[in-house]
T-cell receptor, first 111, second 115 residues
């Protein structure tokens, strides 16, 4: 059974810092991995999707990497801003169309 | 495109009452999902569908039923609501034959309270 772990569970940083969020998974037989952002009381917004054959994806200040063999993905946020404060979730998708989500990392960026 | 929409946004039920949550997507996606999100439990898959007329059980299907009579709609039913079903329910869809297969798009959620 796939298990997805996100560390740390919570992170507080001052504005302007670069930071890394971690996601690890136990079964490397994945189709792709997706990073989401969730604001309090809201739905999930997709940030980046990495196919199993890719090593990284970039969107603006966000960079996600994937090391399938070691079961790890990281989300790098450059020059963090207070507006980045949210919960970040990773989801591992199989080719059967099913996903396993981590519990998320709650990020607070202080002005 | 409206993407994935859910109705209602909020609902309060009494124990034993029934209700149906509606999910609609306008992206012609093959796959649709129902999740529940609870504090400390993360997102858990209730039921999913790989195409019109098909449904399958997820991780926590007990107490729920689903139907996918049309490709764009996925209904989640609670026949006899229980306080343990108090949660936020999210619907999602993903393509299989176009775009990025299995990339999930989420609705805004339905907050359900069962008293």
């Amino acid at each position: 059974k796939q298990e997805v772990t996100q560390i740390p569970a919570a992170l507080s940083v001052p504005e302007g810092e670069n930071l890394v969020l971690n996601c690890s998974f136990t079964d490397s037989a994945i189709y792709n991995l997706q990073w989401f952002r969730q604001d309090p009381g809201k739905g999930l917004t997709s940030l980046l999707l990495i196919q199993s054959s890719q090593r990284e994806q970039t969107s603006g200040r966000l960079n996600a990497s994937l090391d399938k063999s070691s079961g790890r993905s990281t989300l790098y946020i450059a020059a963090s801003q207070p507006g980045d404060s949210a919960t970040y979730l990773c989801a591992v998708n199989t080719n059967a169309g099913k996903s396993t989500f981590g519990d998320g990392t709650t990020l607070t960026v202080k002005p | 495109n409206a993407g994935v929409t859910q109705t209602p946004k909020f609902r309060v039920l009494k124990t034993g009452q029934s209700m149906t949550l509606l999910c609609a997507q306008d992206m012609n996606h093959e796959y649709m999902y129902w999740y529940r999100q609870d504090p400390g439990m993360g997102l858990r898959l209730i039921h999913y569908s790989v195409g019109e007329g098909t449904t399958a059980k997820g991780e926590v299907p007990d107490g729920y039923n689903v139907s996918r009579l049309k490709k764009q709609n996925f209904l989640l039913g609670l026949e006899s609501a229980a306080p343990s079903q108090t949660s936020v329910y999210f619907c999602a869809s993903s393509p299989m034959t176009s775009g990025n297969p299995y990339e999930q798009y989420f609705g805004p959620g339905t907050r359900l309270t069962v008293t």
